[in-house]
T-cell receptor, first 110, second 112 residues
Framework: QKEVEQDPGPLSVPEGAIVSLNCTYS??????FMWYRQYSRKGPELLMY????GNKEDGRFTAQVDKSSKYISLFIRDSQPSDSATYLCAIEIQGGKLIFGQGTELSVKP | EPEVTQTPSHQVTQMGQEVILRCVPI?????FYWYRQILGQKVEFLVS????????KSEIFDDQFSVERPDGSNFTLKIRSTKLEDSAMYFC??????????FGPGTRLTVT
Protein backbone atom coordinates (compact mmCIF):
# COMPACT_ATOMS: atom_id res chain seq x y z
CA GLN A 1 0.00 0.00 0.00
CA LYS A 2 1.30 3.44 -0.92
CA GLU A 3 2.04 5.82 1.95
CA VAL A 4 -0.05 8.64 0.49
CA GLU A 5 -2.70 8.39 -2.19
CA GLN A 6 -4.45 11.25 -3.93
CA ASP A 7 -6.93 11.28 -6.78
CA PRO A 8 -5.12 13.07 -9.64
CA GLY A 9 -8.34 14.43 -11.14
CA PRO A 10 -8.59 16.59 -13.17
CA LEU A 11 -11.38 18.34 -11.31
CA SER A 12 -13.37 21.10 -12.99
CA VAL A 13 -15.83 23.31 -11.09
CA PRO A 14 -17.71 26.56 -11.75
CA GLU A 15 -16.60 29.75 -10.03
CA GLY A 16 -18.12 30.05 -6.56
CA ALA A 17 -18.35 26.29 -5.97
CA ILE A 18 -17.07 24.53 -2.85
CA VAL A 19 -14.15 22.29 -3.73
CA SER A 20 -13.21 19.18 -1.75
CA LEU A 21 -9.77 17.65 -2.23
CA ASN A 22 -8.76 14.47 -0.46
CA CYS A 23 -5.89 12.16 0.38
CA THR A 24 -5.59 8.89 2.23
CA TYR A 25 -2.53 7.67 4.04
CA SER A 26 -1.33 4.33 5.33
CA UNK A 27 0.31 4.85 8.73
CA UNK A 28 -1.72 6.01 11.71
CA UNK A 29 1.47 7.25 13.40
CA UNK A 30 1.79 10.19 10.99
CA UNK A 31 1.17 13.46 12.79
CA UNK A 32 1.98 16.39 10.49
CA PHE A 33 -0.08 17.11 7.40
CA MET A 34 0.28 19.81 4.80
CA TRP A 35 -1.43 21.09 1.70
CA TYR A 36 0.53 22.80 -1.06
CA ARG A 37 -0.59 24.58 -4.20
CA GLN A 38 1.55 24.28 -7.31
CA TYR A 39 1.19 26.27 -10.50
CA SER A 40 2.63 24.82 -13.67
CA ARG A 41 6.44 24.59 -13.55
CA LYS A 42 6.61 26.46 -10.23
CA GLY A 43 7.57 25.47 -6.71
CA PRO A 44 4.97 24.13 -4.26
CA GLU A 45 3.45 26.90 -2.13
CA LEU A 46 2.47 26.00 1.43
CA LEU A 47 -1.24 26.60 2.05
CA MET A 48 -2.08 24.78 5.25
CA TYR A 49 -0.20 22.95 7.99
CA UNK A 50 -2.02 20.75 10.51
CA UNK A 51 -0.80 18.76 13.46
CA UNK A 52 -2.75 15.66 14.50
CA UNK A 53 -6.53 15.66 14.13
CA GLY A 54 -9.18 18.29 13.66
CA ASN A 55 -9.87 21.28 11.48
CA LYS A 56 -7.88 24.36 10.63
CA GLU A 57 -9.29 27.34 8.78
CA ASP A 58 -7.54 30.13 6.90
CA GLY A 59 -9.76 32.44 4.90
CA ARG A 60 -11.54 30.40 2.21
CA PHE A 61 -9.45 27.31 2.97
CA THR A 62 -10.19 24.61 5.57
CA ALA A 63 -7.93 21.65 6.24
CA GLN A 64 -9.37 18.62 7.98
CA VAL A 65 -7.63 15.55 9.37
CA ASP A 66 -9.51 12.39 10.34
CA LYS A 67 -6.92 10.13 11.93
CA SER A 68 -9.38 7.32 12.59
CA SER A 69 -10.00 7.02 8.84
CA LYS A 70 -6.47 8.10 7.82
CA TYR A 71 -8.05 10.71 5.59
CA ILE A 72 -7.13 14.35 5.03
CA SER A 73 -9.14 16.96 3.18
CA LEU A 74 -8.83 20.49 1.90
CA PHE A 75 -11.99 22.51 1.30
CA ILE A 76 -12.01 25.67 -0.77
CA ARG A 77 -15.07 27.89 -0.38
CA ASP A 78 -16.20 30.39 -3.02
CA SER A 79 -13.64 29.07 -5.49
CA GLN A 80 -12.07 31.55 -7.91
CA PRO A 81 -10.41 31.09 -11.32
CA SER A 82 -7.13 32.07 -9.62
CA ASP A 83 -7.46 28.88 -7.51
CA SER A 84 -6.85 26.84 -10.66
CA ALA A 85 -3.67 24.89 -9.91
CA THR A 86 -2.50 21.48 -8.77
CA TYR A 87 -3.07 20.79 -5.07
CA LEU A 88 -0.65 18.49 -3.30
CA CYS A 89 -1.13 16.83 0.04
CA ALA A 90 2.05 16.06 1.97
CA ILE A 91 2.78 14.16 5.15
CA GLU A 92 5.86 14.37 7.30
CA ILE A 93 6.99 10.83 7.99
CA GLN A 94 10.42 11.07 9.60
CA GLY A 95 13.05 13.69 10.23
CA GLY A 96 11.34 16.32 8.10
CA LYS A 97 10.95 14.01 5.12
CA LEU A 98 7.73 14.90 3.30
CA ILE A 99 5.88 12.34 1.23
CA PHE A 100 3.65 13.92 -1.38
CA GLY A 101 0.49 12.75 -3.04
CA GLN A 102 0.22 12.68 -6.80
CA GLY A 103 -1.56 16.06 -6.81
CA THR A 104 -5.08 16.94 -7.92
CA GLU A 105 -5.37 19.29 -10.88
CA LEU A 106 -8.16 21.81 -10.25
CA SER A 107 -9.73 24.07 -12.84
CA VAL A 108 -12.22 26.76 -11.75
CA LYS A 109 -14.25 28.04 -14.70
CA PRO A 110 -15.54 31.65 -14.72
CA GLU B 1 8.10 38.33 2.83
CA PRO B 2 11.19 36.09 3.06
CA GLU B 3 11.47 33.39 0.43
CA VAL B 4 13.71 30.61 -0.76
CA THR B 5 15.64 31.44 -3.93
CA GLN B 6 17.31 29.07 -6.37
CA THR B 7 19.80 29.48 -9.19
CA PRO B 8 19.96 28.84 -12.04
CA SER B 9 16.33 28.59 -13.11
CA HIS B 10 17.30 26.27 -15.95
CA GLN B 11 20.46 24.22 -16.41
CA VAL B 12 21.29 22.21 -19.48
CA THR B 13 24.17 19.76 -19.21
CA GLN B 14 25.59 16.81 -21.05
CA MET B 15 25.45 13.30 -19.66
CA GLY B 16 28.42 12.59 -17.42
CA GLN B 17 29.00 16.21 -16.47
CA GLU B 18 28.89 17.56 -12.94
CA VAL B 19 26.27 20.13 -11.97
CA ILE B 20 25.81 22.24 -8.88
CA LEU B 21 22.39 23.60 -8.03
CA ARG B 22 22.28 26.49 -5.63
CA CYS B 23 19.76 27.62 -3.05
CA VAL B 24 19.50 30.44 -0.56
CA PRO B 25 17.13 29.30 2.23
CA ILE B 26 15.08 31.65 4.38
CA UNK B 27 17.59 33.41 6.61
CA UNK B 28 16.55 32.21 10.09
CA UNK B 29 15.75 28.65 9.05
CA UNK B 30 17.93 25.79 10.25
CA UNK B 31 16.60 22.80 8.31
CA PHE B 32 17.21 22.43 4.60
CA TYR B 33 15.92 19.99 2.02
CA TRP B 34 16.16 18.99 -1.62
CA TYR B 35 13.31 17.44 -3.56
CA ARG B 36 12.90 16.64 -7.20
CA GLN B 37 9.95 16.31 -9.54
CA ILE B 38 10.22 14.45 -12.81
CA LEU B 39 7.75 15.87 -15.34
CA GLY B 40 4.25 14.58 -14.63
CA GLN B 41 5.28 12.73 -11.48
CA LYS B 42 5.16 13.24 -7.74
CA VAL B 43 7.45 15.52 -5.80
CA GLU B 44 10.08 13.19 -4.30
CA PHE B 45 12.23 13.73 -1.23
CA LEU B 46 15.99 13.54 -1.77
CA VAL B 47 17.70 14.71 1.41
CA SER B 48 17.36 16.74 4.59
CA UNK B 49 20.21 18.63 6.23
CA UNK B 50 20.62 20.08 9.69
CA UNK B 51 23.59 21.33 11.67
CA UNK B 52 25.95 20.64 8.76
CA UNK B 53 24.94 17.01 8.53
CA UNK B 54 22.57 14.93 6.45
CA UNK B 55 19.58 13.97 8.63
CA UNK B 56 17.69 11.77 6.20
CA LYS B 57 18.22 10.70 2.62
CA SER B 58 16.17 8.69 0.16
CA GLU B 59 17.18 5.78 -2.01
CA ILE B 60 17.49 8.21 -4.91
CA PHE B 61 20.23 10.10 -3.10
CA ASP B 62 23.11 7.78 -3.96
CA ASP B 63 26.86 8.40 -4.14
CA GLN B 64 26.41 10.61 -7.20
CA PHE B 65 24.68 13.23 -5.04
CA SER B 66 26.10 15.43 -2.33
CA VAL B 67 24.95 18.49 -0.40
CA GLU B 68 26.87 21.27 1.21
CA ARG B 69 26.33 24.48 3.10
CA PRO B 70 29.52 26.26 2.01
CA ASP B 71 28.78 29.49 3.89
CA GLY B 72 26.10 30.98 6.12
CA SER B 73 23.58 31.53 3.37
CA ASN B 74 23.93 29.03 0.52
CA PHE B 75 22.88 25.39 0.32
CA THR B 76 23.99 23.38 -2.70
CA LEU B 77 23.17 20.08 -4.38
CA LYS B 78 25.90 18.52 -6.50
CA ILE B 79 25.36 15.74 -8.99
CA ARG B 80 28.75 14.31 -9.89
CA SER B 81 28.08 12.53 -13.16
CA THR B 82 24.66 13.31 -14.54
CA LYS B 83 22.47 10.74 -16.23
CA LEU B 84 19.55 11.24 -18.58
CA GLU B 85 17.17 10.16 -15.82
CA ASP B 86 18.38 13.02 -13.60
CA SER B 87 16.40 15.42 -15.80
CA ALA B 88 13.80 16.94 -13.49
CA MET B 89 12.81 20.01 -11.53
CA TYR B 90 14.88 20.27 -8.36
CA PHE B 91 13.36 22.13 -5.45
CA CYS B 92 15.12 23.40 -2.38
CA UNK B 93 13.08 23.93 0.79
CA UNK B 94 13.76 25.20 4.27
CA UNK B 95 12.00 25.17 7.62
CA UNK B 96 12.36 26.69 11.05
CA UNK B 97 11.47 24.86 14.25
CA UNK B 98 8.30 23.29 12.80
CA UNK B 99 7.86 20.96 9.83
CA UNK B 100 6.40 23.77 7.69
CA UNK B 101 8.65 23.64 4.65
CA UNK B 102 8.87 26.55 2.25
CA PHE B 103 9.92 25.74 -1.27
CA GLY B 104 11.92 27.67 -3.81
CA PRO B 105 10.87 28.15 -7.43
CA GLY B 106 13.02 25.25 -8.62
CA THR B 107 15.83 24.59 -11.06
CA ARG B 108 14.91 22.76 -14.21
CA LEU B 109 17.75 20.37 -15.02
CA THR B 110 17.94 19.00 -18.54
CA VAL B 111 20.52 16.30 -19.22
CA THR B 112 21.22 15.64 -22.91
Amino acid sequence: QKEVEQDPGPLSVPEGAIVSLNCTYSNSAFQYFMWYRQYSRKGPELLMYTYSSGNKEDGRFTAQVDKSSKYISLFIRDSQPSDSATYLCAIEIQGGKLIFGQGTELSVKP
Amino acid sequence: EPEVTQTPSHQVTQMGQEVILRCVPISNHLYFYWYRQILGQKVEFLVSFYNNEISEKSEIFDDQFSVERPDGSNFTLKIRSTKLEDSAMYFCASSGDTYEQYFGPGTRLTVT
